[in-house]
């Protein structure tokens, strides 16, 4: 225990200072939150066509980021509509759990905390799924009434 203490020495002393300037200017700080993507493994978002939406009242945040489908990884398809050009990202809410969050940040020999008013969670939205099973239901209706009226 001791090893540690000496090997781990302190190297600047901070004044801390709790900020609410973006109350003040009626704003919002929101972390965002992406369970299912590694740290290690960001989304590429330097690509030119990136496209993001917000909804404040709802706390709804949709994020559409283009895909680079001249990279020997993307996988073409002769079905179109598995031709995807973008990866859809969609926040939810995380309901409020009682535990605070803050960002800070160093500004000369002060640590400035601003209080984070609420957390969203981004995860793909797969809702082109829907669209694609609608019409193969709606295909098969259809095949079953010029079945029937055959009889």
């Not at 945040?61 to 990279?71: A, F, R, V, Y």
């Not at 990866?87 to 803050?102: C, F, H, I, K, N």
């Not at 793909?124 to 095949?143: F, H, I, Q």
Request: glycine share 4%.
């Amino acid at each position: 225990m001791e090893q540690l203490d000496t090997e781990d020495v302190v190297v600047a002393e901070l004044d801390v200072l709790v900020s609410n300037e973006l109350a003040n200017l009626q704003s919002q700080l929101v972390m965002l939150q992406q369970p299912l993507r590694p740290n290690w493994r960001p989304y590429d978002t330097d690509r030119a066509g990136a496209k993001a939406q917000f909804k404040p009242q709802a706390r709804c945040l949709e994020i559409s980021l283009p895909l680079d489908t001249e990279n020997e990884n993307y996988g073409d398809c002769d079905e179109p509509h598995k031709r995807i050009k973008s990866l859809d990202l969609r926040s939810t809410a995380v309901e409020d759990t009682g535990v605070a969050y803050a960002v800070g940040v160093v500004r000369g020999n002060q640590l400035v905390l601003m209080p984070v008013d609420y957390t969203l969670q981004l995860r793909p939205n797969m809702s082109y799924l829907n669209v694609v099973a609608a019409k193969r239901t709606d295909g098969d209706e259809s095949e079953g009434e010029a079945e029937e009226e055959e009889e």
